[in-house]
C-alpha cells in the first residue's frame, strides 16, 4: 500500500458516527487487512475494524471490509492508512442462551431461541425494549368467505456472524408458527451494533413458502415491546410525517372546557415537559375532575396506502370503538416514537412510502407496556394477491417465453430494513429529523472513482472522459437522468414493484407496457443492474448509486428462488415479477448484485449468493432448452446466458470462499468449449453436466439467436474471470475470436465457420460492441475499433435518445415521453459503450 486510500460519504447520505464500507485492492497489492485504520488529515486515528471480503486467485486481498467509529470526524472524508490500531474489546459476549451486547451506550440482551429476538435495551439506565416479536397474518379465501389466521416468529437458529470492538452482526433464522404448530413464511433477521450508538439497524427478510391460490398475506411486521410509565398524559407517540413535520401527541391532551385547566399547561405539555399540576395554579381537584372526562387515547397507526397518501388514525382504550382519522399527509417519512420524559423507543422504516402499503402503529399506550408494530404489510390494506394475473399464457401475442404456466412466488423472498432508536426522555425535532435520515438515507461511503478503477477488482469499466467523447457521455447522462424521473413520474413503488423497471414502452397509449405479457417489468433483463452499477463507479453519484441500490434490492429477492423446485433461478420479465415459465439463471446470477455487496458489505446479499451458487442443479431441473431438445443430456446450457451466469456464480463462491470446486467447474467449461469446432463461436447451444461442468458439443444452433449468448451480461463476467486466470490465454483467445467473428457479414461467416453457420441471426451488433472491442484490442485492429464506435454511434441517432415530447397520462398528470424507448435497448447500449470507453477508448 504505497498511499492511502480516501473514502468519502456519499452526499444526501447521513453522515452517522459510526458507518461499513468496502475498500477493493489490486491483485497481490496486500495480503491482510489488520494493520488499517481510518484516519483524518491530521493523523488523528480512529477506532477500525477490518476483515477480507474476497481474495484474487493468489490469496491477495480482493475487497475489505471496515467498520469505524468516526466520532470527532471533520467533513466527510477521511483516510484508510497502514498503522497499528489500538485494540479493541469486542461489543458482544456469546452466552449458551443468547447474547450480551454492550456498545458504551447501549446495553442489549438477545434471544438464541424462543419467540423474541430481543429480551431487552437498556439506555441512559433506563430499559427501552423488552421484546422484538416477528408476526405474519395470513386470510384464507373460501368462496366470499375470508379468515385471517396469526403466526408468531420462532428462532430456530442465532448466529455471531461478526464481532469486533466497532461492530458485531447477529443473524437470526427460524420460521412463523401458529397455535397448531404449522408454520409460514421464514424469517432471515440481522441486528446490528456499533460501538458508541444507541441506534440498532435490523435487516428483515421473509421468504414466502405457502400456495398463493390458498394464502394471502393479510399482515407481516415485527413487533416491539416498550415499557411505560408515567401518567398517561405524560405519555407520548410522535410520527414523522411529509416535509419535516411530526405529528406529536400525548394520550391525554391536557385542555378542558369545564372545569378549566391553567392555559399554560396544554402548550407545556406539548413541548414535551413532564407535567405536574403542582407547578401550575390548577388544583389538584380540578385536574382530578378533568382527567374523568378528557379522553384517553390508547392506540395511533400511520398507514401509507399509497405513494401518495398516509395518514394518522387512533382510537381509545374500548377495541369494540373505531378509530377516528386525524391528519392527512403525502409521503410520510416512517418514523414512529412512543415515550414519556425519561425514556422512549423509536422505530424507523426505510422505504417507508416507496415500498407501500406500509404502517407504523402503537397499541396499549395506556398499559405498563406499549407494543410498536413494523408494518412490511399493514392489516388495513387489501391481503397480498401473489396469484397469476391469467390462467393462460400469451407467448405469441406478449413475448411471455413459453405456453406454459409456472406463476409462482414460491421461494422468493423480500428483505425490508428497520431500525431501533432508544431515547432518555420525548425526542425534540432535531433527533427525529436525525433518526429519519439514519433510517432513509444511511451512510454510504466510498473509495473515488479513480480508486474503484485502479483496483481492477470490478472487470471493465471506463471512468468519463466529457472533452473527449461529448456526444457519447451526453447520450449516457441523458439515458440516467430519464430514468431517474421515469421512477416517480410512473410511481414504480410497492413492497413488491420498488427497484424494478419497466420493459417497453407503448407509445400509442403513453405508458409502459405493465400489462403484456414479457414487456412489463424488466426483471434483469439485459442487465439494466450492470449499467447502473457501473454508472456509479465512473460517477460516483449519489442518486445513481440510490437507483441500482433500490433494483439490486428488489431483484435480489423478489425476482430470485431462494428455496424449492427453482432454487437458484430466477423469472424472465413478465407481468407479475415471478410470472415467466422462463426460471432461469441469467435473472438470478450473482453478478448483478456484488457492486452493493463488496461496497457496503451487505451481508444478506452473501445469503443470495450462497443460495444461487448451485443453480447448475436448478438448470438440471428445469432445462432451459427443454422445448428444443429431447435426449439422454442431463441438461442443457446456452454458452450465454446460461453458462456464462453459472460462471457468474461460480466466480463469486470461489472469490468469497476460496471454492476450488466451483473453479474448477469454470475450467472445465472453458476447456469443453474449446473442444468445439469453432470453440466460444460454437454452439451456442450446448449439453451441460451440472457435477462436472462440461460443456458437450452438440452442433450449431442458437435458440432465441446468437445475441442470447452475450447479451445479459456475459462480456462482463468472462472479461473478469479472464483476469483472473493463472493462464488466461486459451480463454482470452477465445473471446477475440468471437468478438472478431460477431460483425462478420453473412458470406464471410459461412466462409470463416467452413460453412458450419449460415452466418444469420448474429443480430443487435450494438450488444455485441464490448465483445468486438475486446477482440479489437487484444489484436490492436484499428478497423475493428473504428466499425465498432460506427455501430454505437449510429444507434444515438437510430434509437431513443430523441427529444422528449410532454404528453398525459390518462390520471390527467403530464409526463415527459421518449417515445419509443426499451430498456433492453438503453441498458446494452450504455453498458456497451462504458466498457468500450475502456478498451477501445483510442480509437474513439
Not at 385 to 407: K, P, T, V
Not at 627 to 639: E, G, V
Not at 701 to 719: D, E, L, N, Y
Not at 799 to 808: G, I, S
Amino acid at each position: 500500500m504505497s498511499k492511502d486510500i480516501e473514502i468519502r460519504y456519499l452526499e444526501h447520505r447521513h453522515t452517522s458516527q459510526s458507518a461499513t464500507w468496502g475498500v477493493p485492492w489490486k491483485r497481490g497489492e496486500r495480503f491482510g487487512v489488520d494493520n488499517l485504520h481510518a484516519a483524518d488529515a491530521q493523523g488523528r486515528l480512529f477506532p477500525t475494524q477490518s476483515s477480507v471480503r474476497a481474495t484474487w486467485p493468489d490469496g491477495s486481498v480482493k475487497w475489505s471490509l471496515h467498520s469505524a467509529d468516526l466520532d470527532g470526524l471533520q467533513g466527510e472524508t477521511f483516510l484508510l492508512s497502514e498503522g497499528t490500531p489500538a485494540p479493541l474489546a469486542p461489543l458482544c459476549r456469546e452466552t449458551e442462551d443468547g447474547f450480551a451486547v454492550d456498545t458504551g451506550c447501549l446495553r442489549a440482551k438477545l434471544s438464541k431461541r424462543g419467540r423474541s429476538l430481543i429480551e431487552s435495551l437498556s439506555y441512559a439506565e433506563q430499559i427501552t425494549c423488552t421484546g422484538a416479536v416477528p408476526m405474519v397474518l395470513l386470510e384464507h379465501r373460501n368462496g366470499n368467505q375470508a379468515i385471517t389466521e396469526s403466526f408468531t416468529g420462532e428462532i430456530g437458529s442465532a448466529v455471531l456472524e461478526e464481532n469486533g470492538g466497532v461492530r458485531c452482526v447477529i443473524r437470526f433464522k427460524g420460521t412463523h408458527h401458529n397455535e397448531q404448530g404449522e408454520t409460514a413464511l421464514p424469517f432471515v433477521i440481522r441486528l446490528y451494533f456499533y460501538q458508541n450508538s444507541a441506534d440498532v439497524r435490523i435487516s428483515h427478510t421473509f421468504l414466502f413458502d405457502r400456495d398463493p391460490k390458498q394464502d394471502f398475506i393479510k399482515g407481516i411486521g415485527l413487533r416491539f415491546l416498550s415499557p411505560m410509565e408515567n401518567e398517561p398524559y405524560n405519555r407520548h407517540v410522535l410520527f414523522s410525517g411529509d416535509g419535516g413535520g411530526v405529528f406529536h401527541e400525548a394520550l391525554q391532551l391536557l385542555t378542558s372546557w369545564r372545569p378549566r385547566l391553567d392555559p399554560r399547561i396544554y402548550p407545556d405539555q406539548m413541548a414535551g415537559k413532564e407535567i405536574a399540576f403542582r407547578d401550575y395554579s390548577t388544583g389538584e381537584a380540578d385536574a382530578a375532575e378533568a382527567l374523568k372526562n378528557i379522553t384517553l387515547w390508547d392506540s395511533y397507526s400511520l398507514y401509507q396506502d399509497s405513494s401518495e397518501h398516509f395518514c394518522v388514525s387512533k382510537r381509545t382504550c374500548c377495541e369494540e370503538c373505531t378509530y377516528i382519522r386525524g391528519v392527512h399527509g403525502h409521503r410520510a417519512s416512517g418514523l414512529l416514537c412512543a415515550a414519556t420524559p425519561r425514556r422512549g423507543l423509536g422505530v424507523g422504516m426505510r422505504d417507508f412510502w416507496q415500498k407501500y402499503p406500509s404502517a407504523l402503529s402503537a397499541e396499549r399506550l395506556s398499559h405498563d407496556t406499549t407494543e410498536l408494530t413494523a408494518w412490511l404489510w399493514p392489516p388495513q390494506a387489501q391481503a397480498a394477491d401473489l396469484r397469476h394475473y391469467d390462467d393462460q399464457a400469451h407467448a405469441g401475442a406478449y413475448y411471455e417465453g413459453f405456453d406454459e404456466i409456472r406463476s409462482t412466488p414460491y421461494g422468493t423472498a423480500n428483505t425490508n430494513e428497520i431500525t431501533l432508536f432508544s431515547y432518555a426522555g420525548i425526542p425534540d425535532e432535531t433527533e427525529i429529523a436525525r433518526c429519519v435520515a439514519y433510517t432513509q438515507k444511511p451512510p454510504v461511503l466510498v473509495c473515488t472513482p479513480e480508486t474503484m478503477k485502479e483496483a481492477g477488482a470490478f472487470g471493465v469499466w471506463s471512468l468519463p472522459v466529457p472533452d473527449k467523447t461529448p456526444e457519447l457521455e451526453a447520450a449516457l447522462d441523458t439515458a440516467l437522468a430519464f430514468y431517474l424521473k421515469e421512477v416517480e413520474a410512473r410511481k414504480w413503488y410497492g413492497l413488491f414493484d420498488y427497484g424494478d423497471f419497466m420493459h417497453t414502452y407503448d407509445d400509442v397509449r403513453h405508458m409502459w407496457k405493465y400489462d403484456m405479457g414479457g414487456y412489463a417489468w424488466q426483471n434483469t433483463e439485459l442487465v439494466p443492474t450492470l449499467w447502473l452499477w457501473l454508472a456509479f463507479l465512473r460517477s460516483g453519484r449519489e442518486d445513481v448509486f440510490s437507483l441500482a441500490e433500490a433494483m439490486a434490492r428488489h431483484c435480489s429477492e423478489v425476482d430470485v428462488y431462494h428455496f424449492g423446485e427453482y432454487k437458484g433461478l430466477g423469472s424472465r420479465h413478465n407481468v407479475a415479477h415471478w410470472g415467466c415459465a422462463c426460471k432461469e439463471a441469467r435473472i438470478a446470477m450473482a453478478f448483478h448484485h456484488r457492486f452493493l455487496y463488496y461496497i457496503t458489505g451487505n451481508e444478506r446479499l452473501g445469503d443470495v449468493f450462497d443460495d444461487v451458487a448451485d443453480a447448475e442443479y436448478g438448470i438440471q431441473r428445469l432445462d432451459p432448452l427443454r422445448l428444443f431438445y429431447d435426449d439422454t443430456m442431463k441438461t442443457h446450457a446456452r454458452t450465454g446466458p446460461d453458462w456464462s451466469s453459472l460462471c457468474s456464480n461460480w466466480f463469486t463462491a470461489w472469490e468469497r470462499h476460496g471454492n476450488t470446486q466451483a473453479r474448477d467447474k469454470i475450467l472445465k467449461g472453458i476447456e469443453t468449449i474449446a473442444k468445439a469446432p469453432l470453440r466460444l463461436i460454437s454452439g451456442s447451444d450446448f449439453g451441460f453436466d451440472p457435477d462436472t461442468g462440461e460443456m458437450i458439443y452438440i452442433g450449431e444452433s442458437a435458440a432465441g439467436g446468437s445475441h442470447m449468448a452475450i447479451c445479459m451480461g456475459a462480456p462482463s463476467v468472462w472479461f473478469e474471470i479472464a483476469e483472473a486466470l493463472d493462464d488466461p490465454a486459451l480463454f482470452e483467445d477465445m473471446l477475440a475470436e468471437y468478438g472478431a467473428f460477431y460483425l462478420l457479414s453473412p458470406e464471410e461467416k459461412r466462409k470463416k465457420s467452413g460453412e458450419l453457420i449460415s452466418g444469420e441471426g448474429w443480430s443487435f451488433p450494438f450488444m455485441a460492441a464490448a465483445m468486438c472491442a475486446y477482440s479489437a484490442k487484444r489484436r490492436g485492429d484499428a478497423e475493428l475499433a473504428k466499425k465498432v464506435w460506427a455501430i454505437l454511434r449510429e444507434d444515438i441517432r437510430q434509437f431513443h435518445f430523441m427529444p422528449q415530447k410532454l404528453v398525459k397520462q390518462p390520471s390527467a398528470f403530464a409526463v415527459q415521453e421518449q417515445p419509443h424507448i426499451s430498456t433492453n435497448f438503453v441498458a446494452q447500449w450504455c453498458l456497451n459503450v462504458i466498457m468500450c470507453l475502456d478498451l477501445i477508448g483510442a480509437y474513439v
